[in-house]
């Protein structure tokens, strides 16, 4: 071949790479709900049937080691949109409702309003959990999001008789919250459907967010496709498609239908001809709810789950993926979702809020499988305060609990430190964990033996004290109350609420 036919070539060839590269990634985050550290296949789940996630674990990177801010939903999700702690944007204590008068402060920068200025679309779907207010003032449209189709808060926070969970006519096993509206389905700021299907919600949901990614791939838009998912919350739900079709049963099914809707992403996205200019990322908001059992999820061998400090309550399955830039493997670097935002910001070339954050770029870990620039993780409980400070920290390998306390989601398990009977107890000087070594909790390290932990306990009450130094609480958003008038109905002027709200 002539020497400048071949020079062509290798031109057009490294324009093309030079271009692809340069061109801003899209980005997918998929959030899944009080899910387990081990309730995926790919992290040792014998019957749960995962083959979407299974296929990112293998082709991408899967992290041991990776953390939510909070143990349970609100606060874990205004931290991820954030990249700070839950107590600076004040989305504490506990969960937001249905009614509630507060939500995600406007004033807080979210991931959408990073990357807007640098000419992304944007879209959530599927539960948003992060405040409603008065005329939709905490909606995902109102937060940087051009679009939004899904429940604004989670599905048992509603009557459950509008909530068949499995064909033909099993209605969902337990109960939900009563004297609420049923459940609404929102379409950017309007009520679409009151009470939701759920049977057929998975399908909007692919739909909508398919018909996203195709849009936007056709304007030649970088994306960002935020996907929390609601199913294993419990109630589970699943559709006619994944009813009955695991080995699980409801929880199963449920994760089955859910990772379904992956592959249909995963299949636009190649359709598209994008896949190899998108980072797919995947993870949860917290650990199981083992109060509901086999219907619960699954912490694997790590100790206790929902709303405790204990590893099972905060470390989470999470997986990167993104063809010819993230090579196969498995990272033991600590990382967390607080981390999400800043890699993001990076990849894109976007700003960062002008704020304190508590999240650190990671893409060293995703490119190179290099070291996190992380060292330590902060863990608060379910009600920070001020008065308590953090309950527990991570520093390397090692894990202080300053206090523990069981909760009322970790109920039903053998173990006594779980259950909310496990009262408030303070350890002075603290439990300290090697997580290396145990990651079960299970063997507290004694000074008296090893005395030379002294100087790790040293260093890790230094960092706490720094970094509680650092830590300004934001105003409560949850503290300020519920109001009936609040909770989005589709006929507001109707009579009696809350059974007339059905469109």
């Known amino acids: 071949m002539d020497i400048n036919i071949r020079f062509f070539f290798f031109f057009l060839t490294s324009s093309l790479l030079f271009s692809c590269w340069a061109s801003p990634p899209n980005i997918v985050l998929l959030f899944a709900d009080d899910l387990g550290f081990g309730d995926l296949g790919c992290y040792g789940h014998p019957s749960s049937v995962t083959p979407n996630l299974d296929r990112l674990a293998a082709a991408g990177l899967r992290f041991t080691d990776f ?32 009614g509630s008068r507060g939500g995600l402060p406007l004033n807080e920068t979210t991931i959408a309003e990073v990357l807007k200025p640098v000419g992304y679309a944007t879209a959530a779907v599927g539960k948003w959990h992060l405040g409603v207010g008065a005329n939709g003032m905490f909606l995902p449209t109102r937060q940087g999001f051009d679009q939004y189709l899904g429940i604004p808060y989670s599905h048992d926070q509603g009557p459950c008789k509008n909530l068949t969970c499995f064909p033909p006519d099993v209605k969902c096993f337990g109960v939900c919250d009563v004297g609420g509206v049923t459940v609404p389905l929102i379409h950017n700021e309007v009520i679409k459907q009151q009470p939701v299907n759920f049977l057929d919600l998975e399908r909007a949901y692919s739909d909508f967010a398919t018909d ?11 994306f960002f496709l935020y996907y929390p998912s609601h199913h294993t919350h419990y109630p589970q739900y699943a559709g006619l498609g994944a ?44 650990g199981p709810s083992l109060m509901r059992m086999s219907r619960g999820g699954n912490a694997g061998p790590l100790k206790c789950g929902k709303g405790t400090t204990y590893e099972g309550g905060m470390r989470e399955p999470a997986i990167a993926f993104w063809p010819g830039t993230i090579q196969p493997g498995v990272t033991h670097e600590l990382a967390s979702t607080l981390d999400l935002l800043p890699t993001i910001a990076s990849l894109a070339g976007a700003k960062l809020p002008q704020v304190m954050l508590d999240g ?96 790790i306990l040293e260093r890790i009450k230094k960092v706490k004290e720094q970094f509680e130094a650092s830590m300004v609480f ?21 009579s009696p609420k809350p059974s007339c709200c059905k469109c």
């Not at 609100?74 to 506990?94: D, E, I, K, W």
């Not at 996203?212 to 970088?222: C, L, N, R, W």
């Not at 249909?264 to 990322?281: D, R």
């Not at 060293?364 to 996190?372: A, P, R, T, W």
């Open 212 to 222: 996203f990614i195709i849009t936007s791939a056709m304007k030649q838009q970088p």
């Open 474 to 494: 934001g105003e409560s958003q949850i503290s300020k109350g519920t109001d009936p008038n609040l909770e989005p109905c589709c006929d507001p002027q109707c």
């Open 243 to 286: 009813a009955g079709r695991t080995l699980r049963g409801p929880f199963g099914d449920a994760l089955f239908e859910f990772d379904s809707t992956i592959g249909n992403l995963l299949t636009t996205l190649e359709k598209t001809g994008v896949i190899n200019n998108t980072l797919v990322f995947f993870t949860a908001d917290n």
């Open 67 to 98: 953390y939510c801010s909070s143990p349970v939903c609100s606060p874990s999700r205004a931290a991820l949109l954030t990249g700070r702690y839950q107590t600076r944007s004040g989305v504490y204590p506990g969960v937001l409702y249905p």
């Open 360 to 455: 650190v770029d990671m893409t060293e870990i995703l490119v190179n499988q290099g070291k996190s620039k992380r060292e330590t993780m902060m863990f608060y409980p379910t009600d920070p305060s001020e008065k308590y400070g953090l309950f527990a920290l991570r520093l390397g390998k090692y894990k202080a609990h300053f206090y523990t306390r069981g909760a009322t989601h970790s109920s039903t398990t053998p173990d006594q430190d779980c259950p909310v009977f496990a009262v408030l107890k303070a350890h002075d000087p603290p439990l300290l964990f090697d997580l290396e070594a145990d990651p079960s909790e299970h063997y507290p390290l004694s000074l008296m033996v090893q005395p030379e932990l002294k100087s």
